[in-house]
């Protein structure tokens, strides 16, 4: 089992940065896929972006790919999200999230999540 902890959201002006972050306790994250997911009020939880357990392997939603990039610190056993050209329709609550499938984008396979952490991007 593996607990994870976001950090890192705030409120940010359209077309700026944020590196939102997710610390592991627990097994180590070189056992797991991982993931980056978001719920903006009244819609879904939605897919972000994924890395494969050896950290070769990447997914993003095409609403994403150019502007974030997901990566991982085994040492500090952290993964990172660097959001850049951050856009209003990018404001959510943003979660991490740990699956033993692999590189997946599919929500149904992610077995332990963190709390979230918001991010508000003004226009």
């Known amino acids: 089992q593996v607990q994870l902890v976001e950090s890192g959201g705030g409120l940010v002006q359209a077309g700026g940065s944020l590196r939102l972050s997710c610390t592991a306790s627990g097994r180590t994250f070189n056992m797991y896929g991982l993931g980056w997911f978001r719920q903006a009020p009244g819609k879904e939880r939605e897919f972000v972006a994924a890395?494969?357990?050896?950290?070769?392997?990447?997914e993003y939603a095409d609403s994403v790919k150019g502007r974030f990039t997901i990566s991982m610190d085994n040492a500090k056993n952290t993964l990172y999200l660097q959001m850049n050209s951050l856009k209003p329709e990018d404001t959510a609550v943003f979660y991490c999230?740990?699956?033993?499938?692999?590189?997946?984008?599919?929500?149904?396979?992610?077995?332990?999540w963190g709390q979230g952490t918001q991010v508000t991007v003004s226009s």
């Open positions: 999230a740990a699956t033993l499938v692999g590189t997946s984008t599919d929500i149904e396979d992610y077995r332990y």
């Open positions: 890395l494969s357990r050896s950290g070769d392997s990447t």
